[in-house]
């Protein structure tokens, strides 16, 4: 069992702020923004907001596998929310992004990024923002939330630095704050995602996805082909990923008008009977082979089954339990997309309250 | 024509506020690392001549095209050696016992390449120092240019930073099997010296305990 070392210093070395903001950058302690100083009094107010211990472990994280987890307690994760601007209220949804262990600055060459779904009372109570401008800068629980969850990730794995800890070729602009926002549970005419993870809609949550760098965008669902403009959608998420619908709630009714789709889990069948591709150019996308071939020779399936089609036959190459809906939007327009991102994991709040 | 009226300049005089002078405390933002365990690397032979050197293909791109140019250069250069390309039963994100087992069994040294990317890196490098610690079998990692910080920071939180590697440039992935010759028969970007003399070393030379 791996132990961890108490040696990472409790306090940084008095200093002015001015020469604090610039010790934290130079640390890579930052996201290259400016951030608010952790004081004792604004981290002791951040923990006053949680029932829990200052020194309980809340998890371990590290930027990829094959590289060693660090381990943070609760005090660490105060630390880094007061950093982003976040208010003490918002603590809970930030405590149970560390507790979800997922990082959101993953090294990973293909520059990835997180998505960050708040569903239950907790968007209200915190004013969450989840109609119109709810994936953007406007609102300032999804703002500061969404940037804490990254800086706590690059601070508590062991660094986020460019050659060492994060190797992400191009970047992703989206890790700023991780496309942090609340499904919108009142307009959508489908149960909320929380629920579809197995939790009661009166409970609060946080669900993380991660990928976010294949995007594929549409207004509204024409009467003629919109079956074919969704399966041409579809075909532009990358291979190794998953679809993610992100739909306002005007597409989310059309869905419901179009189809007869009247639950997500009808859809959810639906989109992965309509994604096909020939087996042969499948099996030939670079991701593929390197992350799906070999767990088909493995014989992990359905992957094995795949690999017995002929190259012109078609596969439905994205597993039914893989693909996601959530809805979001201030229905100013019937726009919508699919992110290519895969679902990790569902967290309770309210176990951080 | 529209005229052009150009703004007023601002005033000079805007005072820009000073920064505060007292000193303040705060807190570390850092997590709480693991504690390093020094492992113990493998016996090394002192010469590879009628020994069995498995070539292990990480599955990551075009690796094993490579191997394959490692391969012919031993059947070229050192004709007493025989060699083994052998794939990873998965990807190279698990552990593959199955296949380590067989290389304590059946090989007398191992190849894993290659570490091209942010996690088949750590990847290769890891499953490098396995065969060394857990199974005996010297070990010797084959990685790309761009990951060689990567690599030392792995190595070294695994208790083996002395663990020997070679890097050819990077990419690998898309070259024929003649531009990759010329990475395997070139030297290493990073040290100067031909990347198959290290190699020949880095699996007969003795490592520093």
Redesign the interface.
Same mark, same amino acid.
Do not use: H, W
């Given at each position: 069992m791996t132990a961890f070392e108490r040696t990472t210093p409790r306090l940084v070395e008095p200093d002015t702020e001015e020469n604090l903001q610039r010790q934290f950058l130079e640390n890579k302690w930052t996201d290259g923004l400016p951030i608010v100083l952790p004081t004792e009094k604004r981290v002791a107010a951040m923990l006053a907001a949680t029932s829990r211990k200052p020194d309980e472990i809340v998890g371990r994280m590290q930027p990829t596998e094959f590289r060693a987890a660090w381990e943070y307690t609760v005090e660490k994760v105060a630390v880094n929310a007061v950093m982003a601007g976040a208010r003490p209220e918002y603590f809970p949804v930030i405590l149970a992004l560390a507790a979800s262990q997922v990082t959101a600055r993953g090294s990973t060459s293909s520059s990835s990024s997180a998505m960050v779904v708040v569903n239950g009372p907790i968007r209200k109570e915190i004013g969450m923002n989840w109609g119109t401008g709810a994936m953007g800068p406007y609102n300032h629980a999804n703002a500061t939330i969404g940037r804490a969850y990254g800086l706590l990730s690059q601070n508590l794995q062991g660094g986020s630095e460019p050659g060492v800890t994060f190797m992400g070729s191009q970047g992703n602009n989206y890790t700023y704050n991780n496309i942090t926002f609340a499904e919108n549970e009142e307009r959508s005419p489908w149960e909320p995602l929380h629920v579809q993870k197995g939790l009661k809609a009166t409970d609060s949550a946080v669900s993380v996805f991660y990928g976010c760098r294949s995007t594929t965008f549409c207004l509204g669902l024409r009467e003629k082909y919109w079956r074919e403009h969704v399966r041409d959608m579809l075909a532009g998420i990358d291979g190794n990923s998953a679809p993610c619908l992100i739909l306002d709630p005007i597409t989310a009714r059309q869905f419901i008008d179009r189809g007869g789709f009247d639950t997500k889990a009808k859809l959810i069948r639906w989109l992965h009977e309509s994604a096909q591709m020939p087996a042969g150019r499948y099996w030939d996308l670079q991701l593929v082979q390197n992350y799906v071939y070999p767990w088909a020779t493995f014989g992990k399936e359905p992957m094995a089954t795949w690999l017995k089609a002929k190259d012109d036959e078609f596969i439905n190459h994205f597993p039914e339990g893989e693909i996601n809906v959530v809805v979001v939007g201030g229905e100013t327009n019937g726009y919508w997309r699919i992110m290519g991102a895969k679902y990790r994991k569902t967290v309770s709040v309210d176990q951080w309250r | 024509m529209n005229k052009i009226v150009t703004p007023p300049r601002a005033e000079s005089t805007v005072e820009i506020a000073s /920064? *505060?002078?007292? &000193?303040?405390?705060?807190?570390?933002?850092? *997590?709480? /690392? /693991? &504690?390093i365990n020094k492992k113990t690397p493998a016996a090394r032979p002192e010469s590879l001549d009628g020994k069995t050197i498995y070539l292990v293909d990480c @599955? =990551?791109?075009d690796s094993v095209v490579l191997l394959q140019q490692v391969q012919a250069w031993f059947a070229e250069h050192m004709p007493a050696v025989k060699t083994k390309i052998i %794939?990873?039963?998965?990807?190279y994100?698990h552990d593959d016992p199955k296949t380590w087992e067989e290389i304590k069994a059946k090989g007398d040294a191992a190849i894993v390449g290659v570490g091209h990317? %942010?996690?088949c890196a /750590? *990847?290769v490098?890891?499953h490098a120092i396995t065969l060394e610690t857990r199974y005996g079998v010297p070990t010797v990692a084959l990685h790309t240019d &761009? =990951?060689d @910080?990567?690599v030392a920071?792995?190595t070294k939180?695994?208790g083996l930073p002395e663990a020997p590697r070679a890097f050819v440039p990077q990419p690998v992935?898309g070259k024929t099997a003649a531009e990759l010759k010329a990475y395997v028969y070139g030297k290493d970007p990073i040290t100067g010296v031909p990347i198959m003399q290290e190699v020949i070393a880095g699996l007969t030379t003795a490592l520093n305990a």
């Open positions: - | /920064p *505060g002078e007292e &000193k303040i405390t705060v807190l570390n933002p850092v *997590g709480y /690392p /693991p &504690k @599955r =990551f791109d %794939s990873l039963s998965a990807t994100q990317c %942010s996690t /750590p *990847g490098a890891t &761009k =990951f @910080r990567v920071s792995v939180m695994a992935m």
